[in-house]
């Protein structure tokens, strides 16, 4: 396993935990709907942040373009069906986005519930198909280099401390939702 796979496979463990504790909340039916909208409206933060831009840009922006530099398909490969699963996630959370605006819990909940299901069938995929057929055709070398560009992306996307920050909020709602 290289070094910017093991990244991406380490990002997805804390995005699977989120969705864990994401479940205790939509499950959460005896707190009051402010309390709610809040919760949910950081786990919106950082889906967007964490997910979306941090984590799904490190691999559009350098994993995917090396993997078809390597000879792996895009259109009608497994680069292409990744890829249309991100456009279909951030569809999901410009739905519940719109939802939390509008104070529809339902509306939100389920976008959640096809984005969580989403999410989790695609970071399989990856684990086990697409970071497999990476770690073939790249060598160490050229995921060092990719962990670099990670690396990079994450400070100019996120900005630092941001990292920390969200993974502060984690704690939180694994606290809040009894989720270890």
């Known amino acids: ?3 910017a796979t ?13 969705l864990q504790i994401f479940d205790k909340m939509l499950q959460s039916g005896e707190r009051d709907l402010e309390t709610m909208l809040h919760y949910y409206g950081e786990v919106l933060y950082f889906l967007k942040i964490f997910a979306d831009k ?10 995917f373009e090396e993997l078809v530099n390597k000879g792996i398909p895009n259109e009608g490969g497994p680069v292409g ?33 096809n984005y969580r299901d989403l999410l989790r069938s695609h970071i399989d995929k990856e684990n086990n198909v697409l970071f497999v057929m990476a ?25 630092q401390g941001v990292h920390d920050k969200l993974h502060s909020m984690i704690d939180i709602w694994a606290e809040a939702f009894g989720v270890e």
């Open 54 to 63: 941090c984590h799904h840009g490190k691999e559009e922006n350098y994993l």
């Open 135 to 159: 770690d073939r055709v790249l060598g160490e070398e050229e995921q060092n280099l990719l962990f670099e560009k990670f690396e990079q992306h994450e400070e100019n996307v996120i900005g």
């Open 81 to 113: 069906v990744m890829l249309r699963e991100h456009a279909e996630g951030r569809d999901y959370i410009a739905q519940m986005s719109s939802s939390l605006d509008d104070k529809d819990l339902s509306g939100f909940n389920e976008a959640a519930v």
């Open 1 to 3: 396993m290289g070094r």
């Open 6 to 18: 093991q990244d991406l496979r380490k990002e997805h463990e804390a995005i699977l935990f989120v």
